[in-house]
């Protein structure tokens, strides 16, 4: 397959993916599968990233830089996501490296 006709298959996935984390992290009150499926679902969505920027032709030094740079991201993301036990929000801080320590809807300690 071609770059052009990889690109609009990775749009569609990618949007699909914002979909489904919008419905699950940011709608669901579940706080218990949130914090089980954050972690795998970034590290997801960074290894579909990465595995389509090599798909669309990208390897020696683009590759390189972008892979620590996914990996950074992923981990910066995983780390500040808190969800908050007493009334389910997803706390996303704004400042990734300090991430919020109280719930910003109910004030409850984050853990
Ligand atoms: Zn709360």
Do not use: H
């Not at 704004?94 to 109280?102: I, M, T």
């Amino acid at each position: 397959m071609s770059s052009e006709e990889i690109f609009p298959i990775f749009f569609g996935v990618w949007i699909l993916l914002g979909v489904l984390s919008f419905l699950l992290f940011f709608m669901s009150k579940n706080t218990k599968l949130k914090k089980k499926l954050w972690p795998p679902f970034v590290i997801f969505a960074g290894l579909l990233f990465i595995g389509f920027g090599y798909a669309m032709g990208f390897d020696g030094e683009p590759l390189f830089i972008m892979v620590p740079m996914v990996v950074l991201i992923s981990f910066l993301n995983i780390r500040s996501a808190k969800f908050c036990d007493s009334c389910g929000k997803t706390n996303m801080n704004q400042n990734l490296l300090s991430p919020a320590k109280f719930c910003s809807k109910c004030g409850e300690e984050l853990l």
